[in-house]
């Protein structure tokens, strides 16, 4: 069992920058691919953003690529999420979540067994 608790979510002016982090429990960490999905009102959750359990490898949905930057850090239990050059329409409730054996490229959420509770990301024009 795997506890995922996000935050760093706050409101923010387009072109503006925040930091997103999810800490994960138990000892098996590293064995975990992990990613970032949003969920903007009225619209489905998608992919934003994934990282491998092994190398570290990484992908991006087309939207962020460039502007955002997912790591992990396999000592702290943590993943983060770097957003830059924010835009309104990247506005929504952003969710960490984990995958036993998880590759970057996992986008279907069905793919993810635990999820953290969700950030809110706001972006004003």
């Known amino acids: 069992q795997v506890q995922l608790v996000d935050s760093g979510g706050g409101l923010v002016q387009a072109g503006g920058s925040l930091r997103l982090s999810c800490i994960a429990s138990g000892r098996t960490f590293r064995t975990y691919g992990m990613a970032w999905f949003r969920q903007a009102p009225g619209k489905e959750r998608e992919f934003v953003t994934g990282?491998?359990?092994?190398?570290?490898?990484?992908y991006y949905a087309d939207s962020v690529q460039g502007r955002f930057t997912i790591s992990r850090d396999n000592t702290k239990n943590t993943v983060y999420l770097q957003m830059n050059s924010l835009k309104p329409e990247d506005t929504a409730v952003y969710y960490c979540?984990?995958?036993?054996?998880?590759?970057?490229?996992?986008?279907?959420?069905?793919?993810?067994?635990?999820w953290g509770q969700g950030t809110q990301v706001t972006v004003s024009s």
């Open positions: 979540a984990a995958a036993k054996w998880g590759r970057s490229t996992s986008t279907s959420s069905h793919e993810y067994t635990y």
């Open positions: 990282i491998g359990w092994g190398d570290g490898s990484t």
